[in-house]
């Protein structure tokens, strides 16, 4: 099994920008990719961004142009930056490996005041 950590949350003006990062432990060798997704208060999570292990990127259409998913420095991390942040951003973001046996993690809140 591949468990993930997210760190680099946090309160953020709108405007601002915020990079998460995940690191995953485990079966790492097997994940074919690695996603972020979102929990907005009172809405389902969503998927924002996949990075294959290929380097293959796919975004969902609010992600274009502001967020950017990336390999970390270690094999095994996948960061997001965001940039000009909204107050519709906040939310707690998760990251999830593909390919393997997983479980959510505890995520990463993230709050943009207006």
């Known amino acids: 099994q591949v468990q993930v950590l997210e760190s680099g949350g946090g309160l953020v003006q709108a405007g601002g920008s915020l990079k998460l990062s995940c690191t995953a432990s485990?079966?790492?060798?097997?994940?074919?990719?690695m996603s972020w997704y979102r929990e907005a208060p009172g809405k389902k999570r969503e998927l924002i961004a996949t990075?294959?292990?290929?380097?293959?990127?796919h975004y969902e259409d609010f992600a274009k142009g502001r967020f950017t998913i990336s390999s970390g420095s270690g094999k095994n991390t996948v960061d997001l930056q965001m940039n000009n942040l909204k107050p519709e951003d906040t939310a707690v973001y998760y990251c999830?490996?593909?390919?393997?046996?997983?479980?959510w993690g505890q995520g990463t809140q993230v709050t943009v005041s207006s």
């Open positions: 999830r490996p593909d390919g393997v046996e997983t479980s």
């Open positions: 485990g079966l790492i060798s097997q994940i074919t990719a």
């Open positions: 990075i294959t292990s290929t380097g293959i990127k």
